[in-house]
């Protein structure tokens, strides 16, 4: 197998490269222990690093239906939903999906990522095929998968400031004119690096005033924000809502919903889900258990709320910054990616499991530490995490 390694010099120069900047990734296996722990190293850690918000990924009830449906359905799909992948189970969902999100329908998918990229591609070429190529303004810190499907789609991002929809409001008078150009706008409800959330209630008079198309990202706030954990958006109108079952609701996969049409349309032309086989039985019956439980936690939200509080209150005691964080989800903001990869192991040496996130997922000098809140974690957990921060600024700082 020696003619595999021919090219092995341009990896490894780029490896050394990432290596020098102190962004190259390595994997490091991890046990799940719990909700809330893992085992690293043979060493028992606080994980804040994880998107399991409400700690569901260990909930019994999401066990059990899934191992249910595993053994009435079996193991896989076996074919995409319009060859013989549609499945009883699969219809259910997406109903149960659609009543929670209040929208007429709902479509399942196998990824947050695939989602985006396939979903918002279809989506812009239907609108270039309208009669003049749409124009689409999108939040410069989206997600790397809503940029890759514009990408995909071939059409030219008109980026406004983050979360400034002032800025997106001149933008689109500046852009005022042909009719028959489709205006949609892409951002997300919250934003997964800076934990902070877009007024969608501003966002929804803004896209009516100029009568665009409104695509929004709840991967975040799905479960967590919102009335009964619906999102964000629920309640305003907005034409297209995607999120996943692979953060609060403790599973895997994701979805979009919004009108009968729009999803009967993305069926016949999206590439994720025409080309993808169905979701097995067991992640849809995590999905269906995930949907009936979520509603009923409100409890359980108003404490992750309160814990998230506690903890920005402590980064700034420490001198430090907690950015624009209104969330559950709480940067450190420190800078160089070689410091925050030196907070990240004085925090791990306090029992805390907590990510350095570096370019390019952040922009240059941007690098932090991720802090992601669960209803998992203890009264004692977060009191650790305070410790930790603590310490771990006297030493960084």
């Given at each position: 197998?020696?003619?595999?390694?021919?090219?092995?010099?341009?990896?490894?120069?780029?490896?050394?490269?990432?290596?020098?900047?102190?962004?190259?990734?390595?994997?490091?296996?991890?046990?799940?222990?719990?909700?809330?722990?893992?085992?690293?190293?043979?060493?028992?850690?606080?994980?804040?690093?994880?998107?399991?918000?409400?700690?569901?990924?260990?909930?019994?009830?999401?066990?059990?239906?899934?191992?249910?449906?595993?053994?009435?359905?079996?193991?896989?799909?076996?074919?995409?939903?319009?060859?013989?992948?549609?499945?009883?189970?699969?219809?259910?969902?997406?109903?149960?999906?659609?009543?929670?999100?209040?929208?007429?329908?709902?479509?399942?998918?196998s990824s947050g990522w695939q989602a985006n990229a396939?979903?918002?591609?279809?989506?812009?070429r239907l609108a270039a095929g309208q009669g003049a190529?749409?124009?689409?303004?999108?939040?410069?810190?989206?997600?790397?998968?809503?940029?890759?499907?514009?990408?995909?789609?071939?059409?030219?991002?008109?980026?406004?400031?983050?979360?400034?929809?002032?800025?997106?409001?001149?933008?689109?008078?500046?852009?005022?004119?042909?009719?028959?150009?489709?205006?949609?706008?892409?951002?997300?409800?919250?934003?997964?690096?800076?934990?902070?959330?877009?007024?969608?209630?501003?966002?929804?008079?803004?896209?009516?005033?100029?009568?665009?198309?409104?695509?929004?990202?709840?991967?975040?706030?799905?479960?967590?924000?919102?009335?009964?954990?619906?999102?964000?958006?629920?309640?305003?109108?907005?034409?297209?809502?995607?999120?996943?079952?692979?953060?609060?609701?403790?599973?895997?996969?994701?979805?979009?919903?919004?009108?009968?049409?729009?999803?009967?349309?993305?069926?016949?032309?999206?590439?994720?889900?025409?080309?993808?086989?169905?979701?097995?039985?067991?992640?849809?019956?995590?999905?269906?258990?995930?949907?009936?439980?979520?509603?009923?936690?409100?409890?359980?939200?108003?404490?992750?709320?309160?814990?998230?509080?506690?903890?920005?209150?402590?980064?700034?005691?420490c001198g430090l910054s907690s950015g624009p964080s209104?969330?559950?989800?709480?940067?450190?903001?420190?800078?160089?990616?070689?410091?925050?990869?030196?907070?990240?192991?004085?925090?791990?040496?306090?029992?805390?499991?907590?990510?350095?996130?570096?370019?390019?997922?952040?922009?240059?000098?941007?690098?932090?530490?991720?802090?992601?809140?669960?209803?998992?974690?203890?009264?004692?957990?977060?009191?650790?995490?305070?410790?930790?921060?603590?310490?771990?600024?006297?030493?960084?700082?």
């Amino acid at each position: 197998m020696r003619f595999m390694a021919r090219f092995d010099p341009i990896f490894q120069t780029a490896l050394d490269h990432m290596a020098d900047t102190h962004t190259r990734r390595v994997l490091r296996p991890v046990q799940h222990a719990g909700a809330a722990t893992v085992i690293r190293g043979g060493r028992e850690l606080i994980n804040f690093s994880s998107n399991d918000y409400l700690g569901l990924s260990h909930h019994p009830a999401l066990g059990a239906r899934a191992a249910e449906w595993l053994q009435q359905d079996g193991t896989g799909a076996g074919a995409s939903r319009l060859v013989t992948g549609t499945s009883p189970r699969h219809m259910q969902v997406e109903a149960r999906l659609a009543s929670f999100k209040g929208c007429e329908a709902a479509v399942l998918l196998s990824s947050g990522w695939q989602a985006n990229a396939s979903v918002l591609a279809a989506l812009l070429r239907l609108a270039a095929g309208q009669g003049a190529p749409p124009l689409v303004f999108t939040d410069r810190l989206n997600h790397a998968s809503l940029h890759q499907g514009c990408m995909a789609a071939g059409v030219r991002q008109i980026r406004f400031r983050h979360n400034d929809l002032e800025h997106l409001d001149s933008l689109l008078d500046r852009h005022a004119g042909d009719e028959r150009t489709m205006r949609v706008i892409v951002t997300e409800s919250v934003f997964s690096m800076d934990g902070d959330r877009t007024d969608i209630a501003q966002l929804t008079a803004i896209a009516r005033r100029h009568g665009a198309f409104t695509y929004v990202d709840e991967a975040h706030a799905t479960g967590v924000l919102g009335q009964q954990g619906r999102g964000l958006c629920a309640g305003h109108d907005i034409d297209l809502v995607m999120g996943t079952f692979s953060k609060a609701l403790g599973g895997f996969g994701a979805y979009v919903a919004g009108s009968r049409a729009l999803c009967d349309w993305l069926a016949n032309a999206c590439s994720g889900f025409v080309f993808t086989t169905a979701p097995p039985p067991a992640v849809l019956g995590a999905m269906d258990a995930a949907l009936e439980l979520v509603p009923t936690l409100n409890e359980v939200r108003a404490r992750l709320s309160r814990n998230a509080a506690h903890i920005r209150h402590v980064i700034q005691a420490c001198g430090l910054s907690s950015g624009p964080s209104t969330t559950h989800i709480i940067p450190i903001m420190i800078g160089e990616a070689a410091q925050a990869l030196a907070f990240a192991g004085h925090m791990e040496t306090h029992g805390i499991l907590a990510t350095a996130i570096r370019p390019p997922t952040v922009p240059p000098n941007g690098s932090r530490i991720r802090l992601a809140l669960s209803a998992a974690h203890t009264d004692s957990m977060i009191d650790q995490l305070a410790h930790a921060i603590t310490r771990a600024a006297r030493v960084i700082t």
